[in-house]
């Protein structure tokens, strides 16, 4: 719900930051310099000419691919024994991670509730993805001079927000140190023997970076399984005092004097363009949101920055005879940014643009593998889309890539220098690294391994199609959207946490169990 007119204001008196978020210049045909208001609020037409109102704006996100009604874990939480005042955030203390934060106080004579408490009452009321990970207990509100509670004050949760039990500190080297670990990926003050890495905010992916942390920083090989089957501090620092010592050898800074061989996941994906005609299968997109007046100097200071520093952002590939190589271009190069004004079009506009820009092949041969378009939305409105090929990044890069731009950004729109630490390895150096350890021997032995694994696995699935399948494969494939209700999300979430699956993984095994049904054929090879 917008509103304009003579009587909107001009914004915010001395609140320049809060008057661009909330006045925008009308895309109606008026004055040309007129105005509206965004309230916030979301309303619909009904047929009879009324108008519905149907609540904030700012109460519904998205988290995971999760829509979420902040105003219901708010009521739910509010109704609770003891709890005078409730408010519920989405926050993202750390980029590319949002988590759901519930803010409380509590009634003068109310007994103190402990925060597992609370988290056990929120579960019989709501499904598991809609309980705060972090409840902070507040003695009074921070509010604004309007009296309204100042949100951007709010405390970030400190590790008694995230407890699920009395804290009890780590024992002993081993748990110290892993406990360390989880404190940096999880953004967790402390950590104590007791909690466990998934209710503190762990995931799939962080869960690998934080076995990769092990490997790196106490030379052992923890097991995902292991991590899976009890996540609690204390049962993975035993796991670790029976884990292998790592066997790897360290990566060492490879001389930049030529091309070097590409890795293997490189040249699977090199061999595979090769052979199909230019196609964005293996583009990688990413779309920020800009909210706020635009220092498009910093930003494109900081995308330049960002490029000069990682060399695989300036990948050039060549091959000759049967091997591929690949070298950075010279650090100065500058990637391509386009600039779109959309101002006054509708959301279909931003829609096609997007799916323009994924869909854009690139030329491996010349191109960088990175490019972006700025699309301007407003004067206060941007997005940022973001499109790498993925034989230089994967979906943990995009998670770098969005925080050192915001870093970057943020320190060059204040007129201070790079604030990132200087990168001592590159993505060249690990594939060599690889290259001198897959050995004939080592190379030899996993090529056994997977031979009988694959072995009898079918070259093609036999679908029922409605036409003849096609010489060569296009990717001209189509998506199909399916938001599951509240209910069958949250059973579908108990289920994965009582097999210590993900629920990736569980939907991975109900697609190929389709497959199997639609094909007749008991074994299917999916990727």
């Known amino acids: 719900m917008y509103i304009g007119g003579d009587s909107v204001a001009r914004g915010y008196l001395n609140q320049p930051q809060l008057t661009a978020e909330r006045f925008l210049r009308d895309p109606f045909p008026g004055q040309p310099q007129a105005r509206m208001y965004r309230t916030g609020d979301l309303a619909r037409w009904n047929a009879d000419g009324t108008l519905e109102y149907l609540g904030r704006n700012d109460d519904q996100v998205k988290i995971r691919g999760v829509r979420i009604e902040l105003g219901e874990i708010e009521s739910q939480l509010g109704q609770l024994p003891g709890i005078e005042e409730a408010l519920v955030l989405a926050r993202e203390d750390e980029p590319g991670q949002p988590r759901l934060v519930g803010y409380f106080t509590e009634h003068a004579d109310a007994p ?5 408490q609370l988290r056990t009452a929120l579960l019989a009321r709501l499904p598991g993805y809609m309980v705060p990970g972090a409840l902070v207990r507040l003695e009074s509100w921070p509010l604004t001079a309007n009296g309204k509670v100042d949100r951007r004050a709010l405390p970030v949760p400190d590790r008694d927000a995230l407890s699920t039990g009395e804290y009890q500190a780590p024992q002993g080297d081993l748990e110290n140190a892993l406990a360390q670990i989880w404190s940096e990926l999880l953004q967790v003050e402390r950590v104590g023997r007791h909690d466990r890495f998934f209710d503190l905010g762990g995931h799939s992916l962080l869960a690998m970076r934080m076995v990769s942390q092990v490997r790196q920083r106490l030379s052992l090989e923890l097991a995902l399984g292991d991590l899976f089957a009890d996540s609690s501090l204390i049962a993975v620092a035993h796991c670790l005092t029976a884990a292998a010592r790592s066997q790897l050898p360290a990566i060492d800074v490879q001389p930049r004097t030529g091309p070097v061989p590409l890795s293997s996941a490189q040249q699977r994906i090199w061999f595979m363009a090769q052979m199909e ?13 800009l909210s706020g007046p635009l220092d498009s100097r910093a930003l494109t200071r900081a995308l330049e920055r960002i490029v000069a520093r990682h060399d695989s952002l300036r990948s050039q590939f060549s091959q000759e005879d049967d091997k591929a190589w690949v070298q950075a271009a010279s650090a100065t190069v500058v990637p391509d940014i386009g600039w779109q004004d959309l101002r006054g079009q509708d959301a279909g506009a931003l829609q096609a643009v997007t799916k323009e820009e994924a869909a854009q092949p690139f030329d491996m041969h010349r191109d960088l593998p990175i490019r972006g378009r ?18 230089v990044a994967d979906g943990w890069s995009l998670g ?6 915001t870093a970057l950004y943020q320190a060059f729109s204040q007129g201070q220098d790079d604030p990132l630490p200087a990168l001592t390895l590159q993505y060249d150096d690990y594939a ?4 001198n350890w897959l050995d004939a021997e080592r190379l030899s032995h996993q090529g056994d391994y997977w031979q009988q694994a694959l072995a009898g696995a079918p070259v093609l699935l036999t679908l029922p199609t409605d036409g003849p399948r096609p010489a060569h494969q296009d990717y001209t494939g189509a998506s199909v959207t399916l938001e599951l209700d509240p209910r069958l999300s949250s059973d579908l979430r108990t289920f994965c946490h009582e097999q210590s699956v993900t629920p990736f993984m569980l939907f991975m095994g109900a697609w190929a169990a389709l497959l199997t049904r639609l094909s ?3 074994e299917v090879v999916v990727g």
């Open 112 to 116: 103190t509730t402990t925060v597992e």
């Open 277 to 289: 005609d230019a196609n964005s299968a293996y583009n990688i997109s990413l779309g920020l949101k």
């Open 374 to 391: 700025l699309l301007c939305l407003a004067e206060d409105r941007h997005v940022l889309l973001l499109t790498v090929h993925h034989i």
């Open 400 to 405: 770098v890539l969005t925080r050192e731009l």
């Open 432 to 435: 060599v690294w690889q290259r």
């Open 520 to 522: 007749g054929q008991e």
